[in-house]
């Protein structure tokens, strides 16, 4: 009876979650059509401007691991306070600002809050629902994320074509209005006291700034930085009495491996968000508007689908979601390898299938990975399961614009009959293989650990 009671508090919190979560992910993205104006008022260069959400990308994805770590020791109910609070503190700097350090500390603070979010996101579930009814939970969570997505480019254009780009800053106001529910519904626990090591976190928080930006910059200073840090991370979390990390959390296999298979899915996937607008851009010849166009339909069927696949998680178990939204994003990724050169309408077909394959296999991974740990760590464990994800879209994301500046004039796929876009054939038939490795990594996996169902 208590656990029935629990879910359904945690159905309600679910919900609320998911509207702050499209609320976090379109505050994400939201600046970035408006870049150029910010610039053209502020008298700024690209280089300056692209801080506005640069910045709130690195915070955002670390702030998901410091909060995961903070709420193995702290109440949640009053981390999300603080989070949505400096979330809001954040919106309304920038919505006063008259100068670019005004606009920079408005997004600084942003992201300071919105990254409780992610971690919640992932947290909740599993402290609410248990294992086998955890994937329609999970559902929610990518339902919050799809729709985020489809609204982040929709959004700005309309705020912009009636007001300017400051109003952007409000969207996130709209959480205040969730607290008072959060405030009710989350759990008043008394989570296990210990000391937070600030200097494991700060050394690990700066490794991973650096990587990012090591990443987008290639520059090799920052590459020396990161390594440096780094080390200091891993002597600081075999030697500190109560270390940031626990060094068992990654001797865990089940937990190490699924973070591998993550990161290299998270990526696979970002390919649909990022390579599908340049492809659409450079071979088809669609402006801007169009792109969007196209690849609404498929944000918005994911989105619509996502509960259903957490549905699907808890009926036939988490390895059928895995190989069924595999083979949904190995089939886009040949079909899109064929066929790079192909009608819009048809490309916006590709991608649907591969963005309901995105959004299931997030739903099983966070699912499969949260059962690899112990209550103790779940907080920390899904708050790097969270910031890999972001982590995984941003390398991604250079790797792939570097291998289109540098093109192809050799097709690899001989299916491709179109005389354009080699790169982008080349690109996906690429991911279509490593998708392959990753399905038989996961298989054998399984095959080990077949009693403990990851």
């Known amino acids: 009876m208590v656990n029935e009671?629990?879910?359904?508090?945690?159905?309600?919190?679910?919900?609320?979650?998911?509207?702050?979560?499209?609320?976090s992910v379109m505050s994400a993205t939201v600046f970035n059509i408006v870049l150029p104006d910010i610039a053209e008022d502020l008298d700024l260069?690209?280089?300056?401007?692209?801080?506005?959400?640069?910045?709130?990308?690195?915070?955002y994805g670390i702030g998901a691991?410091?909060?995961?770590?903070?709420?193995?020791?702290?109440?949640?109910?009053?981390?999300?306070?603080?989070?949505?609070?400096?979330?809001?503190?954040?919106?309304?700097?920038?919505?006063?600002?008259q100068v670019y350090w005004m606009v920079l500390l408005g997004r600084i603070l942003q992201a300071v809050g919105a990254s409780v979010?992610?971690?919640?996101?992932?947290?909740?579930?599993?402290?609410?629902?248990?294992?086998?009814?955890?994937?329609?939970?999970?559902?929610?969570?990518?339902?919050?994320?799809?729709l985020g997505r489809v609204l982040g480019p929709i959004v700005p254009v309309l705020i912009?074509?009636?007001?300017?780009?400051?109003?952007?800053?409000?969207?996130?106001?709209?959480?205040?209005?969730?607290?008072?529910?959060?405030?009710?519904?989350?759990?008043?626990?008394?989570?296990?006291?210990?000391?937070?090591?600030?200097?494991?976190?700060?050394?690990?928080?700066?490794?991973i700034a650096l990587l990012l930006l090591t990443v987008t910059k290639g520059e090799w200073m920052l590459a020396i930085g990161c390594l440096t840090l780094f080390v200091l991370f891993m002597v600081r979390i075999r030697s500190a009495a109560e270390p940031f990390f626990q060094a068992r959390l990654f001797q865990n296999k089940r937990y190490a491996l699924g973070l591998v298979?993550?990161?290299?899915?998270?990526?696979?996937?970002?390919?649909?968000?990022?390579?599908?607008?340049?492809?659409?851009?450079?071979?088809?010849?669609?402006?801007?508007?169009?792109?969007?166009?196209?690849?609404?339909?498929?944000?918005?069927?994911?989105?619509?689908?996502?509960?259903?696949?957490?549905?699907?998680?808890d009926v036939k178990g988490n390895p059928f979601l895995f190989y069924l939204s595999s083979v949904l994003m190995f089939i886009a990724f040949l079909l899109l390898s064929s066929f790079v050169g192909s009608s819009p309408v048809i490309i916006a077909v590709f991608l649907t299938i591969g963005d309901v394959g995105a959004a299931f296999i997030l739903i099983t991974l966070s699912n499969t990975i949260s059962q690899t740990l112990p209550n103790e760590q779940i907080g920390v464990g899904m708050g790097i399961f969270s910031m890999l994800n972001f982590m995984a879209g941003s390398v991604a994301g250079a790797v792939y614009g570097k291998v289109v500046d540098l093109g192809a004039v050799v097709n690899w796929n001989p299916a491709n009959l179109f005389s354009a876009g080699?790169?982008?054939?080349?690109?996906?038939?690429?991911?279509?293989?490593?998708?392959v490795s990753i399905i038989l990594l996961y298989y054998f996996q399984l095959q080990k650990a077949s009693s403990k169902h990851f």
């Not at 996937?269 to 690849?295: A, E, K, R, T």
């Not at 080699?422 to 998708?435: C, G, K, R, W």
């Open 5 to 23: 009671v629990k879910q359904q508090t945690g159905e309600k919190l679910m919900r609320i979650l998911m509207f702050t979560l499209v609320l």
């Open 45 to 59: 260069s690209f280089a300056q401007v692209s801080w506005v959400s640069s910045a709130y990308m690195l915070i």
């Open 65 to 97: 691991v410091i909060y995961g770590k903070l709420a193995d020791n702290c109440k949640p109910k009053n981390l999300l306070t603080f989070g949505l609070i400096f979330f809001s503190l954040g919106s309304i700097v920038g919505l006063i600002a």
């Open 117 to 146: 979010i992610p971690a919640m996101a992932m947290i909740i579930p599993t402290r609410y629902f248990p294992p086998e009814r955890r994937g329609r939970a999970l559902g929610m969570v990518a339902v919050g994320l799809a």
């Open 160 to 207: 912009v074509s009636i007001a300017n780009w400051r109003w952007l800053f409000c969207l996130p106001l709209f959480t205040l209005f969730l607290l008072p529910f959060y405030r009710k519904y989350l759990e008043d626990e008394q989570r296990r006291r210990s000391k937070v090591d600030w200097i494991g976190g700060g050394l690990f928080a700066g490794a």
């Open 261 to 313: 298979i993550t990161f290299l899915v998270s990526g696979s996937s970002f390919s649909f968000v990022y390579l599908s607008p340049l492809l659409l851009s450079d071979v088809n010849h669609l402006d801007p508007q169009l792109i969007g166009m196209v690849m609404v339909p498929a944000a918005v069927i994911a989105a619509i689908l996502g509960k259903k696949g957490g549905e699907l998680a």
């Open 422 to 435: 080699f790169v982008y054939s080349n690109i996906y038939l690429f991911l279509a293989l490593l998708l």
